[in-house]
């Protein structure tokens, strides 16, 4: 059963492509970092998509990229309290799935021929 009204149809499309949240991180004025979600509007439940997080390869392994997603996920949460969930996706090239764990992550799916990861962070409860 899918319980979807017109008023909820219209906030998504209302929405779509106008919830975005960009974090970017400095040293001496240069951008070492940044962060990216968009606010994701679907049935049944509002979720915040991780886009990217990048760190300047100079400054890896120091704890940033870290920084920028926890603080990622408490501006989204404070932006966005409707959202019960965060999800990402990931390439397993990347070697970044320690990573994604460590912060809370799960691995829910691998997709087109384990070339992606989906990665779900659940809060509240909320479980998908």
Known sequence: GCDVN???LEEVQSRHASELLLLMYTADDVLIGTAQASFI????GYSA????VVVDQTYRGQGL???LMDELEKRAKNCWPQIKKF??????QKGAQGFYLKLGYRMRTKEAGDETIVY???FDGYTS
């Open 6 to 8: 017109v008023a909820q």
């Open 41 to 44: 509007c679907t049935p049944p």
């Open 49 to 52: 998509y991780i886009n990217t």
């Open 65 to 67: 990229g870290k920084v």
């Open 87 to 92: 999800t990402l996706t990931s390439s397993p």
């Open 120 to 122: 779900v962070k659940d």
